[in-house]
């Protein structure tokens, strides 16, 4: 059985050059979970991230089991945002909110996730499982980049992004900011962590 990877199946996605480009990305369905406050510290965002990837890997050995399709759990993404100012990168953290993502695979129907999320949820007694959406998040065009290093240096080049590249090039945002993180900082040097840096956009005029 051949095991199917996201991250190889459209490389334009998931391995974007260290420099700002333009892609059409196409609609993609996720398992989805919200919250608010410093990820550093949050123990909601600890246990929205654990949730996420609990039914992700139940999806996946179902899709395997059931369906016989492998694939590899894909990575962890989030949307970020603040209703305090549009620059949340200078913000504190504690004031930042987030929608995490993992994507699943569109030969699972929805509805038989949802199933799963449930018998997941009450197998590992953990309810905050039950609580996550399936959502097809469609962002189109997009403007993205390969930021290499730690999490926290991000900043200067979301800054250059925001400031720079997407106005000088007659584009201007339409939805959240989208990071992808390539790497577990939990085995990875802050140095070696790799994360798509992406901004849904559309033409001016």
């Known amino acids: 059985m051949a095991t199917f990877d996201f991250k190889k199946h459209q490389k ?85 909110r987030w929608t995490m993502l993992i994507r699943q695979p569109d030969w699972v129907p929805a509805d038989g996730i949802r199933s799963l999320l449930a018998q997941t949820a009450a197998k590992k007694k953990a309810p905050l499982i039950e609580t996550l959406r399936v959502e097809t998040i469609d962002e189109g065009l997009c403007v993205q980049v390969m930021h290499v290093g730690p999490y926290d240096h991000e900043a200067p080049t979301i800054a250059r992004l925001h400031g720079e590249f997407i106005p000088q090039n007659g584009l201007r945002e339409t939805g959240k900011h989208h990071e992808i993180y390539l790497a577990d ?18 033409r001016v005029g």
């Open 12 to 96: 334009e996605l998931y391995s974007p050059p260290a420099e700002f480009t333009v892609v059409e990305v196409p609609p993609m369905v996720f398992l989805a979970l919200d919250g608010a406050g410093d990820p550093n510290s949050s123990a909601d965002y600890v246990s929205a991230v654990g949730a996420l990837y609990a039914a992700s890997y139940a999806v996946k050995f179902h899709s395997k089991r059931e369906l016989d399709r492998d694939y590899v759990v894909a990575p962890l993404e989030g949307l970020w945002w603040s209703d305090a100012a549009l620059d949340f990168a200078g913000l504190d953290k504690s004031q930042w």
């Open 185 to 202: 900082p939990r085995r990875s040097a802050p140095d070696k962590l790799r994360t798509v840096l992406r901004q849904p956009v559309e």
